[in-house]
DNA sequence: CCCACAATCCCATATATATGTGATATTCAC
DNA sequence: GTGAATATCACATATATATGGGATTGTGGG
């Protein structure tokens, strides 16, 4: 059972060290080693990778177009990015570009290997600086309330969630088969209990605070 | 240079483990061993913990709850929450709840000291099949679009902005400092470009797909 | 049993909003 | 320097919305 790597590094003697470290571990055959990925769509082809290892600071096409270049042609193949800088966004495009895996350059040589592991096994391995940067970049947006939190009643929310989707009061009506009157009064009570008066207020007001998604 | 650990895990031989474990570990100390964490601000007081490794399934109080109560005393001591299962939510309320790590147990023998010490220095170790959870969820909520993804201008983004606040067009024109047949000019064609024709289609378009903020 | 609350409907009206048509000045690219 | 896009303002009007009042019915708790 042979892994198939396949590395894109423009530092040299990084690539270098990362192709020795696999080198000596048993399972692991490196298929190519690039310090570019402008010939990524041949290498996929012809080299039949089963992980790739991608750096984020790539010269000529960078490694999140990188991901994005791999993911247009197969979603199944492991990408791991390897990277010295811990920045909130290049996660974030990465992840989003279709990275499965974060592991910063400072860490190679001790997890390297688990990190290839745990990707193949379906896992998102991530140096804990990274994993920080997601998880307060998380924590921001702040705990969801729920409607609860506004003693907002089952129709007010039904009523609320079809104005969200852009309905008039009419067509609030017809989605719940209720009298327009209805719908205004039903308004006029979730106004009361989220203190606003507008709808723009409240959509917006139930939308960031996650009442309705 | 010694690490105080407080260990709440009510598997008695899981807690011995962890136990054996760290006591093997030179720098480290173990400041208590408990079942359940009902007396936990005695323990903080009174044990002087630099760590707290927190089970998730906690009887009379869960590890959540455990970690809320924490939070609401310090805000300094990391906590490293253990688990054997692998649930969003849970993994989310921890998060929120201010945890620091998320461990399964299963990778307890191999990780947790590497994991204390991540912490320790401020990163979120977490298992990589945690990881997995928290970036599906991520990237669930989709890439974001931009502003620019429906061509709409500084200003126009400038009124959706003062309109998703809860203003009226009135209210918009006096924080533009421009006349409300403005703000209706620029509103009309932000409603052409998003496609919609409502205030809250508008604003809950917006919102949703990160238009703004 | 009564009360509070939820859900439903009705009426009335002052504003606000959506939409059309039209105009002027500025800027920026070709 | 011509044209396209932007930002600004104007006028008109049909709907929609916000808000006040009042009413009926069912339900669940005390």
Known sequence: MNVNVLIYEDNESLRNSLVALLSREKGFHIVGDYSDCTDLENHLFHLHPNVILMDIDL???????GVKKIRAITTTIPVLMLTVFDDTSSVYDALYAGANGYLLKKYVSTRLVTSIN????????????????IIDSIKQKGPKKTALDYNLTAREIDVLVSLAKG????????????????????IKHVYEKLHVQSQGEAISKALREGLIK
Request: aromatic content about 2%; glycine content about 6%.
């Open 59 to 65: 010269p000529e096409i960078n490694g999140i177009d």
């Open 118 to 133: 745990d990707v193949l096994e379906g896992g998102s391995p991530m140096s804990p600086a990274i994993a920080r940067l």
């Open 167 to 186: 309905n008039s009061y009419k067509m609030v009506a017809d989605d719940l088969t209720i009298s327009l009157d209805t719908v205004r009064t039903h």
